[in-house]
């Protein structure tokens, strides 16, 4: 019974591990993220389980890599040659952590086959061992892939594969100055159970650093999204500002061509070139187009607009006029249309003549509405619950739609997306009186 629980723990530790390495460079499919996810692995410890009691050398050997590739391809996104590569170096560092173990303490091959069920109650510790080995060299691989999502910062990492090291110096020392010494069982049984909470509480830490190295690099993209957000805001109040002013210009051209028509009759060349030199600049400027009485949210179309059609796109936007705005603050506004808007550029641009962005922004039952369509080529990639992007980078790129999903929170409105035929639909509801204060 022992020998078997020996046995499951192992095969926990190897999915966990195959799982964990998965992780740090795919996505989890959306079917299987959060709680769902235990479910495949829960599936893949038993069926491992089953494969190593038949107690056949020929069958773990094959069978556990075809046992691996099924699971992650599940549980993962990713294309099949990168599955087959990667599941092939897991088993591959599985395997060599074992072969090291047994060179390192001169274990008998005999017993760490995983046919020999009945021998692994023999070497508990060393079994530790070789998982903490196989551990440390998947760490060392993620730390060193520029795919990695979780690298933690080099002096980190250096202080951890230290303890790491060390706790491994001592599970070998420790073996070395008893072998000749005739130990009681419950001493064997101690010395185990302290060498499992070693492990443990290596594996316990390095994924605390990670996900403290995570969560500052989150923290700092958001700082980054704020001073930017800040910079969008002062940039569309003076696009605001100068929209006025240039509308102020041609409501009062009528002026100007009464006094240049005064002017001709009195033959005053002079003072007309004068007239004209001042206001040409100014007029020169003036093809923005009106499409809200609310100037940030007029500022923010337009300069996409421009964006998008120096792309080649067709820029297809109306807002229905008397568009309430009112209680939605500049910062909101910029932060919910400067993104979707910015996110469907990228998409669309992506589809040559074909690319276009349709705007449409319009009441509907006393709630504001944004909806932005597009075309997209690449494949959409999930990085939250329900928020997709094709933006190539990996990283925290996922911010700005999260963003967007938290302010329209705020006036107790949501964002939703659908994806159809390669057409891609966002839109944001938003209820103005009854936002919260």
């Known amino acids: 019974m022992l020998d078997k629980s020996i046995l499951l723990c192992s095969g926990m530790a190897e999915i966990y591990m195959l799982y964990d390495f998965f992780d740090n460079l795919f996505e989890v499919k959306e079917g299987f993220a959060g709680r769902k996810r235990r479910i495949p692995y829960i599936f893949a410890v038993c069926l491992l389980f089953c494969i190593n009691l038949f107690e056949n050398t020929y069958l773990n050997l094959f069978g556990a890599p075809i046992l691996f590739f099924l699971y992650v ?6 294309s099949a040659g990168s599955r087959i590569l990667h599941v092939l170096i897991v088993d591959s560092i599985i395997v060599c952590g074992e072969v090291i173990l047994t060179i390192l303490v001169e274990v008998p091959p005999r017993l760490m086959r995983a046919g020999a069920i009945g021998n692994l109650a023999e ?19 993620k730390q060193l892939s520029k795919r990695s999502k979780y690298r933690i910062p080099k002096y980190m990492f250096f202080i951890y594969i230290s303890q790491s090291i060390a706790s491994l110096a001592i599970m070998m020392l420790s073996y070395y100055a008893n072998q000749n010494i005739s130990m009681s069982e419950n001493f064997k049984i101690c010395m185990t159970v302290g060498f499992a909470i070693l492990i443990f509480g290596n594996a316990g830490m390095f994924y605390a650093w990670n996900r403290y190295a995570f969560q500052m690099s989150v923290n700092m993209e958001q700082k980054m999204t704020i001073v930017r957000q800040n910079a ?70 337009n300069e996409k607009k421009q964006e998008g059609e120096k792309r080649g796109l067709h820029m297809d936007i109306y807002v229905e006029p008397g568009l ?23 998409a669309a641009s992506e589809c040559g003549e074909e690319g276009y962005v349709q705007v449409r922004a ?24 329900f928020l997709f992007t094709t933006k190539k980078e990996v990283g925290f790129h996922g911010i700005g739609l999260k963003n967007v999903e938290r302010t329209a929170a705020k006036y107790n409105g949501f964002l939703e997306w659908g994806a159809k035929e390669r057409i891609f639909t966002a839109s944001v509801v938003l209820f103005l009186d009854k936002q919260k204060r």
């Open 324 to 346: 309430c705005t009112e209680g939605l603050s500049d910062r909101d506004i910029i932060c919910i249309a400067g993104n979707l808007l910015e996110n469907s550029v990228r």
């Open 232 to 301: 969008e805001t002062e940039y569309y109040r003076q696009a605001a500002k100068t929209d006025q002013h240039q509308r102020a210009m041609i409501h009062d051209m009528v002026h100007y061509l009464k006094t240049i028509g005064e002017l001709a009759k009195e033959e005053r060349c002079e003072k007309i070139l004068e007239i004209v030199k001042d206001t040409t600049g100014e007029i020169s400027h003036a093809a923005t187009a009106y499409y809200s009485s609310n100037p940030v949210l007029n500022a923010v179309l």
């Open 362 to 385: 319009f009441m509907q039952k006393g709630a504001f509405v944004l909806k932005v369509t597009n075309p997209y080529r690449r494949e959409l990639k999930s990085y939250h619950k």
């Open 73 to 78: 391809s599940v549980q993962f996104q990713a």
């Open 123 to 141: 070497i508990p510790w060393q079994l530790l061992t070789a998982k903490l080995i196989t551990y440390m060299i998947l760490i060392m691989i």
